[in-house]
């Protein structure tokens, strides 16, 4: 079965700084997608990124984006010019042949 | 605008009690997905359905039933509720096609007492 890990429970960060949050996974497939998730104090779940395992470019949205590094099975999550609003649950997630796996989750905090 | 949506947001009953949390979406996603949400556990998943009349076991499916009758609703049953089930529950949805990106719910707070 798949697995996903976030090693890091918390993390904080400067305003305005950079942050990168980790995950590995576990799979044998070769075809899959990978996810982040964000979750606010208002618990709604609310996707971040999204990556297809067949394309070699790392996905970007604004001032996130990932690096995949599909032999070494790692995706992570890079927020750039951290902002009060990013303060959230990180969930990563894995979709492969079975419905989607999510990681435990990292804290973020972003200190003014 | 297309949404998915969960009720009750929150919910208190009794341990032995049937509960019934229900799930609706506009999306006309074929897939759904219910999930518990618990501290150090992440989101894990119960059930989940490919379509109408089907439904599948996630991993944490005991003590849980859920029914697909249309594309719009999965209700997911709690046939005797327990303090274990105490939890925050979310539903999902996504499309087969294309990269099946999973859209949430807000999710309903479930306490057994």
């Known amino acids: 079965a798949q697995t996903v890990t976030q090693s890091q429970p918390e993390m904080s960060v400067q305003e305005a700084e950079t942050v990168t949050l980790s995950c590995t996974y576990d799979?044998?497939?070769?075809?899959?997608?990978l996810f982040w998730y964000k979750q606010p104090p208002s618990r709604q779940m609310i996707l971040v990124i999204r990556?297809?395992?067949?394309?070699?470019q790392n996905a970007t949205e604004n001032r996130f984006s990932v690096n995949f590094q599909k032999a070494a099975k790692s995706f992570s999550l890079k927020i750039s010019d951290s902002q009060l609003g990013d303060a959230a649950m990180y969930f990563c997630?894995?979709?492969?042949?079975?419905?989607?796996?999510f990681g435990k989750g990292t804290r973020l905090s972003v200190i003014a | 605008d297309a949404e998915i949506t969960q009720s009750p947001r929150h919910k208190i009953t009794e341990t032995g009690r049937q509960v019934t949390l229900a799930c609706h979406q506009t999306?006309?996603?074929?897939?759904m997905f219910w999930y518990r949400q618990d501290l150090g556990h992440g989101l894990r998943l119960i059930h989940y359905?490919?379509?109408?009349?089907?439904?599948n076991k996630g991993e944490v499916s005991d003590g849980y039933s859920v029914s697909r009758s249309n594309t719009e609703d999965l209700p997911l049953t709690l046939e005797s509720a327990a303090s274990s089930q105490t939890s925050v529950y979310f539903c999902?949805?996504?499309?087969?096609?294309?990269?099946?990106?999973?859209?949430f719910g807000p999710g309903t707070r479930l306490t057994v007492l």
């Open positions: 999306w006309n996603h074929n897939n």
């Open positions: 799979t044998s497939e070769s075809d899959y997608y």
């Open positions: 999902a949805s996504s499309d087969y096609q294309g990269t099946d990106t999973q859209y």
């Open positions: 359905s490919y379509g109408v009349q089907d439904t």
């Open positions: 997630a894995y979709k492969g042949n079975t419905p989607l796996v």
């Open positions: 990556q297809e395992a067949y394309k070699q």
